[in-house]
Structures are given as structure tokens and as C-alpha cells.
């Protein structure tokens, strides 16, 4: 079973950085997608950005320019790197993954992490 874990969430100040990392755990030998969303309070959960196998990313307009994802594809780990941060920022950020192969099989389906919490104060 795979299993996400987010950490480095917490209170920063606007223009600060953050920098969140997800780690995959389980039985993996690859992932296809990795990515990063967000959901502030009354709001629906967002892209912030994602990274394909092959190195393709997509980003949310609003984080473009100031939120860079990484992967690091033999520890199974996803990172953003978030500059310039606004108060809307403010959220929880999940890590997700989709496309998982174990040894024995493909999974298409996505796995969520529980989320950490990032606040930017104006």
C-alpha cells in the first residue's frame, strides 16, 4: 500500500519561502505523476503544481514564477519550493500521486497524503 507523507509546512510571513517535501512509501518502483493542491478554508481543493516521469510540469497561473516542483524519482520524493509567498497562499497542501507501479501490478489510482498546513500573514 503507498503512502504519502508531507512535512514542512508552517507560519511565514509574506515575500518568506517555504520549502514542502512528500515522500512515497510502500512497495513502489515508479511513479507517473506527483503533484501538490491546495485547499483554503471554504474553498474547493486546487492544482498548485505537478511533475509527469518524463519531467513535465504544470502549474497553477497564481503560483507561476514563484513555486518550483522538484522530484528526486529514485527516493520517490516530490518537493515545492514556494518564493514570494502571498496570504493567499494560505492553505493546506496535500501531495498526490497517480500512476503507481509495485512490483507486482499498476495501480491507476491516486493517493492523497494528509496534508500540511502553510499560513502567510500579510
Known amino acids: 500500500q503507498v503512502q504519502l507523507v508531507e512535512s514542512g509546512g508552517g507560519l511565514v510571513q509574506a515575500g518568506e519561502s517555504l520549502r514542502l517535501s512528500c515522500a512515497a512509501t510502500?512497495?513502489?518502483?515508479?511513479?507517473?505523476?506527483m503533484g501538490w493542491y491546495r485547499q483554503a478554508p471554504g474553498r474547493e481543493r486546487e492544482l498548485v503544481a505537478a511533475?509527469?516521469?518524463?519531467?513535465?510540469?504544470n502549474y497553477a497561473d497564481s503560483v507561476k514564477g514563484r513555486f518550483t516542483i522538484s522530484r528526486d524519482y529514485t527516493k520517490n520524493t516530490v518537493a515545492l519550493q514556494m518564493d514570494s509567498l502571498k496570504s493567499e497562499d494560505t492553505a493546506v497542501y496535500y501531495c498526490?500521486?497517480?500512476?503507481?507501479?509495485?512490483?507486482?501490478?499498476?495501480?491507476?489510482?491516486?493517493?492523497w497524503g494528509k496534508g500540511t498546513e502553510v499560513t502567510v500573514s500579510s
Open positions: 510502500g512497495s513502489i518502483v515508479k511513479i507517473n505523476l
Open positions: 511533475m509527469s516521469r518524463g519531467g513535465s510540469t
Open positions: 498526490n500521486s497517480v500512476g503507481v507501479w509495485t512490483p507486482t501490478e499498476f495501480s491507476a489510482l491516486a493517493y
